[in-house]
């Protein structure tokens, strides 16, 4: 039935199999939106959650959602993890209804039906009835109405509905794994939190996450300031479906990187923002865009994941986890919190992205217009430079397969019209 839905809809759209050009359509279409939680969202893909140093206490608690499901990440009394549904199984009201906190046994507010952190269900009211009347019959078994649970990786948490999906490293591919190790090498430490309604679609924000081609076009801030030089040493690691993107300081004579100075006419009376300290190697610029929707950043010395949340065709929320590590000094807890001001809501950067990508939507007018995705070739290939599309027609590949959508080979050869 909904693989129909897919066709049906897919069909009066011309999708290229060389995923050069996306209709216009995707990102305001209520089917399609639907379609994707069930075979995305629902789907066999690992979402990251969270950060386990998040929920360091028996008890502790945070919410989010995995595409419209509202879930929850919680530490169970045996300091074990674990994740669920936060969706009352007798009436579906919410159950936890703060965004984290710490509640060995919350109880949902309609029925009081009363939970365990880790999702069993350890009280209902009127179980047996009152005096004899009513009640729940006897061979009613708490055990069978506890929270729905999803399979769960700790340390950077990622949680899926599916059985089928593989494991988390076999979903990722070894350069993600090894770049979220590399990110996640000694002890997390949360500095904050903060959220952002976009009017968008999130797909548009998937692929701006992975858009190297805007960088320096659109956010000038960036090498005009010297925040980074994002043409420098730069690698794109396409692996159909997820993204890697990494750029390097230059390094002198002797292989000792070095932050470059500000290129542009202005400066910055406070240079307190461009100035950072060295970490992660030489890496500047790591960006992990992991199918279908999650995010890692690490600008400089700024560190974040983002949760992408859709909300309906043309609304998603943001939110991001920021972070440093246990170890930082008073020096790099500045340098982080300084430049923290390039991303975020009203980033110097960010801020941007948000602003173009509502445009994009509101220009959306269902005519059979599409978008133009030939920067570099129309293959999906990992290249030495951040001058290509490549990782946006990677998206686009995963996605149509996933969603069994069929593309057509014919029309790949031809000339833009
Ligand atoms: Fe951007």
Known sequence: MNQMIANDTSTNWNWRSDFTRVPYEVYVDQQLFDLEQEKLFRGPCWHLIGLECEIREPGDFETTYIGTTPIVYSR?????????VNRCAHRGARVIRELRGNNPNPSCPYHNWRYDITGNLVSVPMQKGLKGKGGYSEDFSKDCHGLQRLRI????????????APTLREYLGEPIWERIAMIGSKPLRVTGYQRQTVQCNWKLFVENNRDT?????????????????PTERAQVDVEPPHALLTSRLPTDEEG?????????RFELEDTGLS????????IQVSVVSIFPSSLFTCIRNVRSCRRLIPKDPNTMEIEYIWFGYEDDDEEMREVRRK????????GYVAMEDAEVLEMIQNGISRDGAEGFIELGGNGTESTDHFNTEATVRGFWKGYCELMG???SAEAATEEAG
Not at 76 to 84: K, N, Q
Not at 213 to 229: A, E, I, K, T
Not at 256 to 264: D, L, Q
Not at 275 to 282: K, P
Request: hydrophobic letters at 40%.
């Open 76 to 84: 169970g009394p045996d300091a074990d993890v674990h994740a669920f």
């Open 153 to 164: 990786h700790a340390g950077v948490l990622f949680a899926t509905f599916s059985e089928e």
């Open 213 to 229: 081609y805007h960088g320096p076009q659109l956010h000038s801030f960036v090498p005009n300031f010297g925040l980074v030089n």
């Open 256 to 264: 000792v990187a070095k932050i470059p100075a500000p290129r542009g």
């Open 275 to 282: 100035q950072s300290i060295n970490e992660l190697e030489d």
């Open 339 to 346: 430049q923290n001001n390039i991303l975020g809501p009203a």
């Open 405 to 407: 959508i069929e593309t």
